[in-house]
């Protein structure tokens, strides 16, 4: 039987897989934080990581919030400063994208649907 409630940590649980800790990878598939709808991440970045490769998804779109730092995205046609806590930035799918944490940053991340294998790689 599915539990009615779940509690926790999403920056410890998120520890293995990247900061997500809700999505269609949570296992057993009955825990509440298994879903194919929607998947969360919790990102706390040391001041100069990034991602400087490109990353798409094909399926998915994604929500970015800043809770705290600064966070720049970088997509092929603009970069967006995150600076100011509650600022974010959504993009659709097939949009490429690659991060810099300019600051020690915290950052909430959605993306739904939760589909294996939709975050690729791809050259900029």
């Known amino acids: 039987m ?13 520890e293995n897989r990247w900061g997500w800790f809700i999505g269609h990878f949570i296992n057993p598939a009955n825990d509440p934080r298994s879903s194919s709808n929607l998947e969360v991440k919790w990102g706390s970045h040391k001041a100069g990581e990034g991602r400087r490769e ?40 097939g949009v490429p994208h690659c991060w810099l944490a300019e600051e020690e940053s915290t950052i909430l991340t959605v993306r739904w649907p939760s589909l294996s294998g939709d975050s690729k790689a791809v050259s900029h």
Request: net charge negative; with cysteine.
């Open 54 to 93: 490109w990353a798409m998804n094909a399926q998915a779109t994604t929500l970015s919030i800043l809770v705290s730092g600064r966070f720049r995205l970088q997509f092929p046609d603009t970069e967006v400063l995150l600076s100011r806590e509650g600022d974010y930035a959504l993009w659709c799918p």
């Open 2 to 14: 599915q539990p009615k409630l779940v509690f926790g940590n999403a920056q410890i649980e998120g």
